[in-house]
């Protein structure tokens, strides 16, 4: 039988710890309902509260039951200027609103991923945005969290915000044919309709090809993040089609490689990428790309998790879409 010391002052929050026999953590995880607890520990945990009448004061009831202000960024890589350069601006949205963020790279590997997930649930984040790869993660059905997703459908309860995707892939596509270029091909990551961006992209180049009685093809890659396979895909592409004239790549990293290998073969090549990153442009400005608005992006993102969080859900849509804008290379 437990031998129960008798408390002389106000209890605390260890207090109930060590009655319970769990940790501090564990406690406040039950006040908080957060994560997953068992009932037996529930139980423990509610029972040395009673016993000890612990009442949490304004101090510690900022530690478990008010906002952590952490916030929890899951992404590809930050290495890549796209992803890199979206989580600096909601680093620096956040910061300006008093939240620290906690940045997770998952390289695009689903277990990496769920145990970034489960990591950030354990630390009672206040919220996640979430620009990751995966797709049908249970964890992000049952997180009971206020969540922004990005570029992706997560679940059918997570706001998406997008830049216009599809639009994005015609206006690439008419950019080619404006350019006289008629032997184009497209090349892309991930395929799956939950993966918006790709899949969008990759649409509305296919509708322009189609609606000019053109032929197309799009090649896809499943090591998006993997320099030395995408030189060897694009070697293959360009040795397979001797003939092509116009090439749309999903992302610019991908456009300018093909580019550097376009200029070293003396091809004749139109090359149009898809991002428009402070860094690409300004370090290759003579790259045509289609720009997306990652500033807005970011602003809309932290807007929507902050009033999720606030429990403000009024006038929140599924799903925002931000325009896209086209970069003529100098």
Do not use: W
């Not at 922004?148 to 309860?157: E, G, H, N, Y």
């Amino acid at each position: 039988m437990r031998r129960i010391s008798i408390v002389t002052e106000k209890p605390k929050l260890e207090d109930v710890a060590k009655l319970a026999g769990v940790s501090p953590t564990t406690v406040s995880r039950v006040l908080n309902n957060r994560g997953a607890i068992s009932d037996k520990t529930r139980r423990r945990v509610n029972n040395a509260i009673e016993q000890l009448n612990y009442h949490p004061n304004e101090i510690a009831r900022s530690l478990f039951v008010s906002k952590t202000h952490f916030i929890g960024l899951i992404f590809p890589t930050t290495g890549h200027p796209f992803y890199g350069e979206l989580v600096f601006q909601i680093e620096s949205i956040l910061s300006d609103k008093n939240y620290k963020v906690l940045i997770c790279n998952t390289m695009d590997q689903a277990e990496k991923e769920n145990k970034y997930l489960n990591m950030l649930l354990a630390n009672q984040v206040d919220g996640m945005i979430v620009g990751a790869h995966n797709i049908g993660i249970e964890t992000y059905q049952r997180a009971h969290l206020p969540i922004v997703a990005i570029d992706r459908k997560v679940s059918d309860t997570i706001t998406v915000v997008s830049s216009d995707n599809y639009q994005g892939g015609r206006m690439a596509a008419e950019e080619l044919l404006r350019q006289g270029r008629t032997k184009i091909i497209h090349i892309n990551s991930v395929m799956q309709r939950e993966a918006l961006s790709s899949y969008q992209r990759r649409k509305g180049y296919e509708d322009v090809m189609t609606e000019h009685g053109l032929p197309f093809k799009t090649y896809t890659m499943d090591l998006p993040f993997d320099t030395e396979v995408k030189k060897q895909i694009l070697s293959s592409i360009l040795d397979k089609h001797p003939d092509l004239d116009g090439m749309f790549l999903g992302d610019d990293i991908t456009a300018a490689i093909a580019l550097s290998m376009v200029r070293k073969r003396e091809k004749d090549i139109f090359i149009v990428g898809y991002d428009g990153t402070e860094t690409i442009t300004t370090c290759l400005p003579e790259l045509t790309t289609i720009v997306q608005p990652i500033r807005s992006m970011a602003q809309l993102a932290v807007d929507l998790l902050l009033k999720e969080i606030n429990d403000d859900f009024n006038d929140i849509k599924k799903n925002y879409v931000l325009p896209v804008t086209l970069k003529r290379g100098e």
